[in-house]
C-alpha cells in the first residue's frame, strides 16, 4: 500500500525494559501500516508484545528506537501533553474492563467525552448512539445494573461518539461469554463501517480475529501478517 493512504505508519520499532537479567527485548523491529477505514486483529500469545504495541499505537509508551505516524503526525515528536491532546481529537478505546463510570448512568457514560471535548447537542448525540447499539431503553441506567454485554455496548457508544479517525481495542469481547462477544465485535464492525473508524484490536479468540479484515500475529515480539 502506498505510504499516502496510511492513517497508521509504524516503521522499525523496537522497545527494550531493564529486567533483573539485563536488557529484554519486548518488540523487534516491527513495520507495518494501515488504511483508514481497514479493520485489523493483533493475535498472538499472552507475552507475546500485542498491548505493549497497542500502548504504543496509542501514544501511551515510547518506544526504544522507532517511529510512529497516525494521519501523517509523528506521535513521538509531539511533547506529552501533545501527544495527549492528539489522543483525544483522533483516538478512542475500548477495554476489557469496559471502564465506565459507576457513578454515571449510560447516557451520562457516553455525554462525557463529549462534554469534555465542548461539543454541541451532547445529549441528542449520545442518545441516538445509544440507540444504534439497542440500549435506547437503558439510558438511566447505571453500570451496576447492565449486563456484561450491555456495558460493552455502552463503551462502544462512548467511543464511537467522537467518531475517531482510529479506535484501539483491547481484548473488546474478553470478560464475555461467546455468543454475547460475537455480538459485540459484529456491532463494533458495524460502527467501523458506518462510522469511517479504523480498527486495531487486540484479541485472543481466533474465531473474533476472522471477522476482520486483515490479521497482524506477534510472535515472540516480532510481526507478521496471516
Known amino acids: 500500500?502506498?505510504?499516502?493512504?496510511?492513517?497508521?505508519?509504524?516503521?522499525?520499532?523496537?522497545?527494550?525494559?531493564?529486567?533483573?537479567?539485563?536488557?529484554?527485548?519486548?518488540?523487534?523491529?516491527?513495520?507495518?501500516?494501515?488504511?483508514?477505514?481497514?479493520?485489523?486483529?493483533?493475535?498472538?500469545?499472552?507475552?507475546?508484545?500485542?498491548?505493549?504495541?497497542?500502548?504504543?499505537?496509542?501514544?501511551?509508551?515510547?518506544?526504544?528506537?522507532?517511529?510512529?505516524?497516525?494521519?501523517?503526525?509523528s506521535l513521538f515528536a509531539l511533547s506529552e501533553d501533545d501527544r495527549a491532546a492528539f489522543r483525544a481529537r483522533h483516538m478512542a478505546f475500548v477495554f476489557q474492563s469496559f471502564q465506565l463510570l459507576g457513578s454515571l448512568t449510560a447516557l451520562e457514560n457516553v455525554m462525557l467525552p463529549l462534554e469534555l471535548a465542548g461539543a454541541s447537542r451532547i445529549k441528542e448525540q449520545a442518545t441516538a448512539l445509544l440507540q444504534r447499539v439497542g440500549l435506547g431503553e437503558r439510558l438511566s441506567h447505571y453500570p451496576k445494573v447492565l449486563s456484561g454485554g450491555e456495558q460493552q455496548r455502552v463503551a462502544l457508544a462512548r467511543a464511537f461518539v467522537m467518531q475517531p479517525a482510529l479506535l484501539l481495542a483491547d481484548e473488546p469481547t474478553g470478560s464475555l461469554d461467546h455468543a454475547t462477544g460475537k455480538a459485540v465485535m459484529q456491532l463494533m464492525l458495524d460502527l467501523n463501517r458506518d462510522l469511517g473508524t479504523t480498527l486495531i484490536l487486540v484479541t485472543h479468540d481466533e474465531g473474533i480475529s476472522n471477522l476482520c479484515q486483515r490479521r497482524l500475529r506477534m510472535h515472540e515480539g516480532r510481526l507478521s501478517e496471516d
Not at 509504524?10 to 481497514?38: M, Y
Open 1 to 73: 500500500m502506498a505510504d499516502k493512504a496510511a492513517l497508521v505508519k509504524v516503521t522499525g520499532v523496537h522497545k527494550r525494559v531493564q529486567d533483573a537479567n539485563g536488557e529484554l527485548e519486548i518488540l523487534r523491529d516491527i513495520h507495518f501500516s494501515v488504511e483508514a477505514g481497514q479493520t485489523v486483529a493483533l493475535v498472538g500469545a499472552s507475552g507475546s508484545g500485542k498491548s505493549t504495541l497497542l500502548s504504543l499505537l496509542a501514544g501511551l509508551d515510547i518506544p526504544s528506537e522507532g517511529q510512529i505516524e497516525i494521519k501523517g503526525t
